[in-house]
């Protein structure tokens, strides 16, 4: 166990499942926040790897969670919606992707429930939606023009963008993304239904022409273009929004952050 930053960390490959469960052991570890994935452009690239780390992985922490009795969550996203499902997708409806990315995160949607089934493991899951933060870089998603359009609006004042001008699409700050996170896992396992491994939130939906205004609003001379490519194609997959209901009457989820805040809070802290 090696320490920085105080705090404790250990470098582990997420498919050695013994590895993990020595650890959890060794360390009284209770619960486990399973966060190691390709995300979606970059999955698409190499499929093979996408499905060995992001089914594989989520198999090994499963299977550690049932050795230890461990607390588990599992992060979904709104990648699991494909184009036939509504463009406000309801909690419960086919999930039908069209990215290997998706089709990961519905077979972790579905090996969290069978473990929580068969096994009673303690599993809970989010839908993300694009998560938008100033504290970590772009880390290879359809969303993440909604990060990199800022940087280069403090950088350059200008930014070409990997999608439409009215692609529409859910997304979330991050201060609400870890307070939603929090907030379910905090939950009594008892009020958790059907849905506990991959909620839908309620959270923001805009245009990345909403966007791209209303950063030009706070950042005199900023400029968007708007160079569609093919990460387009996955963005039209997914829903404008996302009907979030059930979590909030089920845990009481409601965000904090609309879109003005949103874009302050981000400039304020890359400005820092």
């Not at 699991?80 to 972790?108: C, I, M, R, S, W």
């Not at 991050?174 to 907030?183: E, F, G, H, P």
């Not at 205004?213 to 900023?222: M, R």
């Not at 708007?226 to 909030?248: C, H, M, N, T």
Request: with cysteine; proline share 5%; net charge negative.
């Amino acid at each position: 166990m090696d320490t920085a930053n105080n705090g404790q960390f250990v470098i582990l490959d997420v498919l050695d499942t013994e590895a993990i469960i020595q650890t959890c052991v060794s360390n009284g570890v209770g619960t486990i926040y399973h966060l190691a994935a390709l995300l979606s452009a970059t999955g698409e690239k190499n499929p093979e790897l996408c499905r060995r780390v992001n089914v594989g992985g989520t198999i090994s922490v499963l299977e550690a969670a049932k050795a230890c009795s461990l607390r588990v969550f599992i992060p979904s996203s709104i990648a699991v919606f494909g184009p036939d499902a509504p463009k406000h997708a309801p909690q419960h409806t086919d999930l039908n992707p069209t990215t290997v990315y998706g089709e990961t995160k519905v077979e972790g949607e579905a090996l969290a429930m069978a473990s929580w089934k068969e096994f009673g493991v303690d599993v809970r899951g989010i839908r993300y939606p694009g998560l938008i933060s100033y504290k970590a870089p772009a880390g290879g998603g359809t969303t993440d023009y909604a990060v990199e359009i800022f940087h280069a609006a403090i950088q350059d004042g200008h930014y070409d963008c990997f999608v439409r001008e009215d692609t529409r699409l859910p997304m979330m700050y991050m201060d609400d993304a870890i307070r939603a996170t929090l907030m379910l896992m905090d939950a009594p396992s008892g009020l958790l239904g059907a849905a506990r491994a991959g909620y839908n939130i309620d959270c923001q939906s805009f245009t990345a022409r909403e966007l791209a205004d209303a950063i030009s609003d706070q950042v005199e001379g900023f400029h968007c273009e708007f160079s569609p490519d093919v990460r387009q194609e996955y963005a039209d997959s997914w829903p404008d929004s996302i009907d979030g209901s059930l979590a909030k009457d089920e845990w009481g989820w409601t965000p904090d952050y609309d879109l003005p805040k949103m874009v302050q809070a981000m400039l304020d802290g890359l400005s820092q």
